[in-house]
């Protein structure tokens, strides 16, 4: 038999890689050639190895200890596999620290030293745009110093929103109030019961805080295509503030939208309903563009609302979260509406 060593490719000692090439004798002709660097393969990755992003930026590879999370939502408490689960974001109930700093920076905002205003609305604004829901909130504080540091920084973020929502779609998400999961069928918004989660890695078992997490993702060879349904009530009318659909899209996504379902336009009496399409006799929320009762969306914080009625078929043009709402004129803004519209959401990604 021929015992003829072949080169070395990598000799790994103490981790570190010591290319040995051209050792040895020269390799038989009847041997078959190395294969070259750029056919090589790397392994597989760990379907159950999940990415760990924590608060002070730094991240950690590992699988969750547990096999499954606990959140406590609206319709009682579901046990979501940790197998089933795509991404998980703590939101500023679970980091009450986070949510204190923001509260009392924006006060300061109107704080009568001047430094004072000053440093705090540095701050907010190196915050980024993910805590620009707190800020909305003080849009119309009656303290006029400090609604006007608001809206400037609001203006500011508007002109980083676009790089931050790429950033949230690749992890980096805006906060929320309440606890995201998003699992392989449907999204859960709650409370995270467990409030310390074991991190088994390669460095041996960590112990972190769910405080401590900002987000933790699992990481897909390729992007999957997405449906889902999402009843859009009809006291979600757009003054009150848009419906979180939970679905994050990226620029250049294909998004098809089909909608059925009526509300009652009780302002104009009960037997005056609305579909999506909505109506002119109902009002205009946009003159002659957007009419009362219209199901209207939004992608991202700063994105324009857009028309969608009982169809619509678009390219994302930014990215960031979907959002949808019924257009309706502002004078009716604290009426009542009963019923829903049925949106069924596709999403082709890019």
Known sequence: MNHTPRPLACLLVLGVALCAWGMGPARAADDPPPAAAEDAKPPPADPDALRIHLMDGSQITGRLATAEIAVDTSFGKLAIPVASIKSMTPGLGSHPKVEQNIGELIEKLGSPVFGEREAA??????MGPSIRLQLDRAANDADTERKSRVKAILEEFDQIEEDAAEQEASGVPRMIDRDTVETNEFTVVGKVVQQEFEIVSRYGPLNVKLSDIRRIQRDVAEKEDL??????EGNHIIHRGLKDTGIRVVRGDKITFAADGTIQMTPWGNQAVSTPEGAPNFGWYVQNKISGGTLVGKIGTS??????????????????VLQLAVAMQGDYANQQFPGEYKVRVRVKRK
């Open 303 to 320: 994105g324009p609302v857009f028309r969608i009625g009982t169809k619509l078929n678009l390219t994302a043009d930014r990215s960031g």
């Open 121 to 126: 609305q540095k701050a907010l604004v190196e």
């Open 227 to 232: 449906q889902k349904t999402i009843a859009v």
